[in-house]
C-alpha cells in the first residue's frame, strides 16, 4: 500500500469546544501524519467555492453559514492509503450511525456539525489540498 495524502477540516463546532488536539491525536494515532495545518477563519467565498459541488441542494446555505460561523483547522494528512484510512476514523456523516471510538462518534453535536471534514478520494484530496494550501506549505 502507498503513502498517499488526503484533506481535512476540523470544523467550527470542534474548534469551538477547544476539541482540535483531540480530533488531530485521533488522526495521528490512526497512523496518520500531519504535513500541513493551519487554523483559518474561513471567509464565505472560501466556503461557497470549496462547496461548490453542493450548490443547488436544499442544505448549501446553512452548510456556508455553518462552516463560517468559527474558525476550522485545515490539515493536509499523509499515511498509507490516507484518504480510506482518515474516513475509517471520522466514522459515518450522521454521528448516530458512526461506529465507537469515530471522532464523529465521540465528537460530533449532529449530522450537520459533525466536526470533520474528510476527502471522499484520492482525485478531491488533491483538488482540496490546492484550495487551502500552497506546495510550499507542505511539509512533511
Not at 7 to 13: L, Q, Y
Request: proline letters at 3%; hydrophobic letters at 40%; a negative charge.
Amino acid at each position: 500500500m502507498a503513502v498517499t495524502r488526503t484533506f481535512s477540516i476540523i470544523k467550527p463546532d470542534a474548534t469551538r469546544r477547544n476539541l482540535t488536539g483531540a480530533v488531530t491525536k485521533k488522526l495521528e494515532d490512526a497512523g496518520l501524519r500531519v504535513v500541513a495545518s493551519k487554523r483559518i477563519q474561513m471567509t464565505r467565498e472560501q466556503a461557497e467555492g470549496f462547496y461548490a459541488v453542493h450548490k443547488e441542494r436544499p442544505f448549501f446555505g446553512e452548510l456556508v453559514d455553518f462552516m463560517v460561523s468559527g474558525p476550522v483547522v485545515v490539515q493536509v494528512l499523509e499515511g498509507e492509503d490516507a484518504v480510506k484510512r482518515n474516513r475509517d476514523v471520522m466514522g459515518a456523516t450522521n454521528p448516530a450511525d458512526a461506529e465507537e471510538g469515530t471522532i464523529r462518534k465521540e465528537f460530533a453535536e449532529s449530522i450537520e456539525a459533525n466536526s470533520v471534514h474528510g476527502s471522499d478520494s484520492e482525485e478531491n484530496a488533491a483538488t482540496e489540498i490546492a484550495f487551502f494550501f500552497d506546495d510550499s506549505e507542505i511539509v512533511g
